[in-house]
T-cell receptor
Framework: GAVVSQHPSWVICKSGTSVKIECRSL??????MFWYRQFPKQSLMLMAT?????????EQGVEKDKFLINHASLTLSTLTVTSAHPEDSSFYIC?????????????FGPGTRLLVL | GESVGLHLPTLSVQEGDNSIINCAYS??????FIWYKQESGKGPQFIID?????DKRQGQRVTVLLNKTVKHLSLQIAATQPGDSAVYFC??????????FGKGTRLSVIA
């Protein structure tokens, strides 16, 4: 089946530093990738949608200059949390789809836990 | 039984019993619905989906029911096993809108 990986699986960083999270589709070409964040005991909140080769579409309230998304190839998308602060600590999850249509199945990565000290 | 915690409702069932997890969705224009299972510290795992032109779909030990009139979705798990313990999320969307995830329900299976 379709496999999506994320790296790193967890990261601890100091406040003010930037952190890059990678999302890879291992056995299929991901036309669209999605980035979510999830706080403890809460649901997934979509941050942005990215299509290969174009700028990401950010959800309302998500700062695009703080959460930089690059979807440079059909198998890789990266999320960079710039100047991270403790309130950015969260579980970040990516998903990938081989379709441009939202209603097609997304395959989720295992998530990256970020702790900002 | 079912209880509502601070953020996540919890459903406790005995091993071997059937589980029913309910979800109310908000967008009547949605035409695609998916149930995901999320184990602690992991990403969501696809369980079953259903499109709006159906009201029931069965998988292996799971059944999804859709009632568009009242915007209600349910997931039934037959013969619940300890490995079914997880948080279950319903989600909904359409061709031109991204998936929205419901609040989630924690299923706890009592051996």
């Amino acid at each position: 089946g379709a496999v999506v990986s994320q790296h790193p699986s967890w990261v601890i960083c100091k406040s003010g530093t930037s952190v890059k999270i990678e999302c890879r589709s291992l056995d299929f070409q991901a036309t669209t990738m999605f980035w979510y964040r999830q706080f403890p005991k809460q649901s997934l909140m979509l941050m942005a949608t990215s299509n290969e080769g174009s700028k990401a579409t950010y959800e309302q309230g998500v700062e695009k200059d703080k959460f930089l998304i690059n979807h440079a190839s059909l198998t890789l998308s990266t999320l960079t949390v710039t100047s991270a602060h403790p309130e950015d600590s969260s579980f970040y999850i990516c998903s990938a789809s081989n379709s441009q249509y939202y209603q097609e199945t997304q395959y989720f990565g295992p998530g990256t836990r970020l702790l900002v000290l | 039984g079912e209880s509502v915690g601070l953020h996540l409702p919890t459903l406790s069932v005995q091993e071997g019993d059937n589980s029913i997890i309910n979800c109310a969705y908000s967008n009547s224009a949605s035409d695609y619905f998916i149930w995901y299972k999320q184990e602690s510290g992991k990403g969501p795992q696809f369980i079953i989906d259903i499109r709006s032109n159906m009201d029931k779909r069965q998988g292996q030990r799971v059944t999804v029911l859709l009632n568009k009139t009242v915007k209600h979705l349910s997931l039934q798990i037959a013969a619940t096993q300890p490995g079914d313990s997880a948080v279950y999320f319903c989600s909904w969307g359409s061709g031109n809108t991204p998936l929205v995830f419901g609040k989630g329900t924690r299923l706890s299976v009592i051996a």
